[in-house]
């Protein structure tokens, strides 16, 4: 049995200077804004941890990781990913791949992609040729063209593990 699920995620930037760097695919990035957000505000593990979920016919991370809960003030989204790696292989899944694109004008992305490739493989326990992560820019337009915000979103392949 195969499953596919989609997530998204958006996060704005805090006020310039705020940060010396920003979590994004489980890297830090260097930059001097912060975003705003309960835990590390990782868009692009978030839009990933709620393509999983929703896969698995799950509620979404707002659900299993509520941002009223205390516990996940400023939590470690890599954490947060390995507990849901934890529900899909419990209910008897693990990913096939994975395709991400993260929409954000700036900094640029490219010097990190092999990075986050590695980081997502190996939380997910996949070869990194399964994941893809790609990079675009909203052409100036909307909240990520003016540079308030960054956005992700996945989609994922889910297989029955092997009875």
């Given at each position: 049995m195969?499953?596919?699920g989609?997530?998204?995620?958006?996060?704005?930037?805090?006020?310039?200077?705020?940060?010396?760097a920003?979590?994004?695919?489980?890297?830090?990035?260097?930059?001097?804004?912060?975003?705003?957000?309960?835990?590390?505000?990782?868009?692009?593990?978030h839009?990933?941890?709620?393509?999983?979920?929703?896969?698995?016919?799950?509620e979404?991370?707002g659900?299993?990781?509520?941002?009223?809960?205390?516990?996940?003030?400023?939590?470690?989204?890599?954490?947060?990913?390995?507990?849901?790696v934890?529900?899909?292989?419990?209910?008897?899944?693990?990913?096939?791949?994975?395709?991400?694109?993260?929409?954000?004008?700036?900094p640029?992305?490219?010097?990190?992609?092999?990075l986050?490739?590695?980081?997502?493989?190996?939380?997910?326990?996949?070869?990194?040729?399964?994941?893809?992560?790609?990079?675009?820019?909203?052409?100036?337009?909307?909240?990520?063209?003016?540079?308030?915000?960054?956005?992700?979103?996945?989609v994922?392949?889910?297989?029955?593990?092997?009875?």
């Amino acid at each position: 049995m195969m499953r596919i699920g989609q997530g998204f995620d958006v996060h704005a930037f805090a006020p310039d200077g705020s940060a010396t760097a920003f979590a994004l695919g489980g890297v830090s990035i260097p930059d001097h804004r912060g975003v705003i957000a309960h835990s590390d505000g990782d868009v692009l593990l978030h839009a990933l941890m709620d393509a999983i979920l929703g896969a698995l016919g799950l509620e979404d991370i707002g659900h299993q990781f509520p941002d009223t809960d205390p516990l996940y003030q400023n939590a470690d989204s890599r954490d947060l990913l390995k507990d849901v790696v934890r529900l899909m292989r419990k209910a008897g899944f693990s990913v096939v791949n994975l395709d991400a694109t993260i929409l954000l004008e700036a900094p640029k992305v490219k010097p990190y992609r092999a990075l986050m490739i590695s980081a997502i493989a190996e939380l997910l326990e996949i070869d990194p040729v399964c994941v893809s992560v790609k990079a675009t820019t909203t052409e100036k337009l909307g909240f990520v063209g003016r540079g308030e915000g960054l956005a992700a979103q996945v989609v994922v392949l889910l297989a029955a593990d092997p009875a």
